[in-house]
């Protein structure tokens, strides 16, 4: 470590420090965070953006009200117009909504309340498990099936041997696009009742018709379902939500940051919510063209897409890396799926005019006429 002298006002040698850059900085950091790895949030350029299972809509004129809005004052802390918008469409109530800075952030404040273990079955969303760790807290991960479907046997008997404080089941799940069985969701929700509680994750539920956890809540004591506003055209705010009884907010109301939604957010999402049919208009033209991509993809040789509940499409192939890079020279970018599910790359589903420009760059890359030259 180096020594140095600080001057005072007049040049005289003062205090004594210590250069920093000597220093081993992690040697402050807890053992935990040592070992993890920053989320991959890149802002990688292209021409054609399929990476993030964002919405290819936006809602520009949900932006006009934020004009009234003043800046000088913190939000509403309880967020109430939105949670009341959101209740309604849900048919329930405020009380059993709780406004998050995203869903990210709710995972956050749910293992900070409660704590671990954490259970979840693998693969799907990362977060659970990197929050998991940043807390300090363990996390168990239970392969799915060889259908995508959670494996009931080795989760129950997980659920019996590590009593998990929390269990997170993405239905949609991310990555592999499927929704789980509901009975055997209702399965784990019956065999945790007294020893965990069970977020049904529906980040991607716009996109999978009817099957929704929320109406099971009130006769549930142990479920919470997570929703978010960024799949379906508002991913620029971080808003999510957790819908579940009033006595579970409660606990997780004493450590949520006070103001966590900013007011731009709350309008901007207000008003947007409150034009549902544009909402749902956008939902539907997803919902088309992932029918015509996964047409597409199944047509290409080595390509095995998995039919897909959400707004994105698995798919495998033989050299996902090569593919993935071979891609992003074309102006196309994908998410690379590899490390987490052998041979996949996952598209997210994005207008007709991406996805067309998509199909005919994976087409050319598989005829060996464009790519790796
Ligand atoms: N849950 C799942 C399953 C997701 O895929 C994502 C986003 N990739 C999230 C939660 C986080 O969403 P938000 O933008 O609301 O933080």
């Known amino acids: 470590m180096q020594k140095q002298n600080l001057l005072d006002e007049k040049g005289k040698k003062g205090r004594v420090w210590y250069n920093s ?19 991959e949030a890149r802002e990688i350029p292209c021409r054609v ?4 299972n964002e919405s290819p809509y936006g809602f520009s004129e949900a932006l006009l009200a934020v004009k009234s809005l003043k800046t000088n004052r913190y939000p509403d802390p309880e967020a109430k117009e939105l949670r009341k918008l959101i209740a309604k469409d849900l048919r329930t109530r405020p009380e059993n909504i709780l406004q998050g800075n995203g869903s990210d952030e709710l995972i956050s404040y749910l293992i900070t309340t409660f704590g671990g273990p954490v ?29 995508f479907d959670l494996d009931l046997k080795p989760m129950l008997s ?45 980040a991607y539920q716009a996109f999978a018709g ?9 006769d549930s004591g142990n479920l919470l379902v997570m929703r978010t506003l960024s799949k379906v055209g508002l991913a620029a705010l971080r808003v999510g939500f957790l819908i579940t009884k009033k006595e579970i907010i409660r606990e997780v109301n004493k450590i949520r940051l006070p103001f966590n939604l ?34 597409e993809l199944s047509k290409i040789r080595q390509v095995t897409p998995f039919p897909s509940d959400a707004n994105f499409i698995l798919f495998r192939v033989k050299e996902p890396d090569r593919i993935y890079r071979d891609l992003l020279k ?44």
């Open 262 to 295: 900013n007011s731009f957010s709350q309008a901007i999402a207000c008003k947007a919510l409150k034009n549902g049919k544009l909402l749902k208009q956008h939902v539907q033209s997803v919902i088309e063209e992932r029918g015509i991509l996964f047409r």
């Open 49 to 52: 953006k399929l990476d993030a």
């Open 158 to 202: 997980a659920i019996h041997k590590y009593r998990p404080k929390i269990i997170f089941l993405s239905s949609p799940n991310n990555p592999t696009g499927n929704c789980f069985s509901s009975e055997k969701i209702l399965k784990i929700l019956e065999a945790s009742g007294s020893t965990s509680l069970v977020v049904v994750d529906e």
């Open 21 to 39: 850059l000597a220093m081993d900085i992690r040697k402050f950091v807890r053992p935990n965070i040592v070992s993890l790895s920053a989320y």
């Open 330 to 373: 074309m102006g196309v970018l994908l998410r690379n799926m590899n490390g987490a599910v052998a041979g996949c790359l996952r598209v997210t589903v994005g207008t007709k005019k991406e996805n067309t420009i998509f199909l005919a760059a994976l087409k050319r890359i598989m005829k060996g006429e464009a790519g790796a030259q």
């Open 210 to 218: 009817n099957k929704s956890f929320v109406r099971l809540i009130d």
């Open 119 to 147: 259970l979840y079955p693998v693969p799907t969303f990362s977060m659970y498990g990197i929050i998991s760790q940043a807390l300090g807290e363990r996390s168990v991960g239970i392969p799915l099936d060889e259908e």
